[in-house]
């Protein structure tokens, strides 16, 4: 998450003077790892003894340091409870109050939202406690959290909330699975040719939103529809698939049974991950 959010500093200029993260963020990393991270984006000189070191009463590493060393003069925290000693109490079920609608210039949520049953009025709250020039930026659970929270997202949810109809245009939508040396693959919005974006794997596979508030309009008047259903289906339009014709083939004329079987059988032995990120739509993503 630190790489992709560093990376997104210089490839989209983001502007960290007022910050603000969606539940109080701790650092999981280590020293080695965040002194390399720091050292691959020309902050060689940056204090990691200082960014990490204990705060508060107890062994959490909270993400404030990180941020100022980004560049933050200003960092606050947004809780339902005062567990973690968030700088601002507030449920993110219930509508963000005035006072800090427009108030900063980043927005950072590293897993909170998905924990947060009225994920539309949670959202609402976030792009409109961004600024207008201001980012939002988010990190979700996509594949293989089963438990971990009420909601895993696909990228159509943030394709189509973060949208111009509510004063946003996404920047970036990255999916990787979080492990060393793990690589990050960016997804394109659905379209005509890719009317539905979509995965499975074997791993835990996380989402990483970055958007851009254009202008200020009403937040969420109208409820997105996913692309494939109001911009095709609902209209009497259908995606054009071509079609190719194929030579029968010996898995063709395989019953459905033995098929089975055989997926049964090949599904028990290991695969290398990296494959099921094979698809069209998936392209490298570089970091800066």
């Not at 959290?145 to 990255?174: A, C, M, P, W």
Request: aromatic residues 12%.
């Amino acid at each position: 998450m630190i790489l992709l959010l560093m990376s997104s500093k210089f490839k989209h200029a983001l502007n960290f003077e007022n910050t603000v993260m969606i539940g109080r963020q701790n650092m999981h990393i280590g020293h080695q790892q965040l002194q390399d991270c720091l050292t691959k984006f020309d902050y060689k000189d940056a204090d990691v003894t200082k960014i990490m070191s204990k705060q508060e009463t107890d062994t959490n590493i909270y993400a404030e340091g990180l941020f100022k060393t980004l560049g933050a003069s200003k960092v606050d925290a947004v809780d339902a409870s005062t567990y973690e000693n968030a700088s601002i109490i507030h449920d993110m079920n219930e509508p963000i109050p005035d006072r800090h609608k427009e108030g900063y210039d980043v927005v950072v949520d590293s897993g909170t939202l998905e924990h947060v049953f009225n994920f539309p009025q949670a959202i609402k709250n976030c792009m409109e406690i961004t600024a207008v020039g201001g980012h939002f930026i988010g990190i979700y659970p996509c594949n293989n959290f089963f438990g971990h929270g009420f909601y895993q997202f696909s990228s159509e949810t943030f394709y189509r909330v973060l949208s111009d109809d509510n004063g946003f245009e996404v920047k970036d939508v990255i999916i990787f699975v979080d492990e060393p040396n793990g690589a990050f693959y960016s997804i394109p919005d659905t379209s005509e040719e890719h009317h539905r974006i979509t995965f499975k794997n074997s791993k835990p596979v996380l989402l990483y939103v970055i958007a851009k508030r254009l202008e200020k309009k009403p937040i969420l008047v109208k409820n997105p529809q996913q692309m494939d259903y109001a911009a095709m289906k609902w209209k009497g339009n259908k995606p054009v698939k071509k079609t190719v014709k194929k030579r029968a083939t010996l898995k063709s004329k395989t019953p459905q049974y033995f098929k089975n079987i055989i997926k049964a059988v090949l599904n028990k032995k290991t695969h290398d991950d990296r494959s099921y990120f094979n698809r069209s739509y998936f392209k490298s993503y570089t970091l800066k």
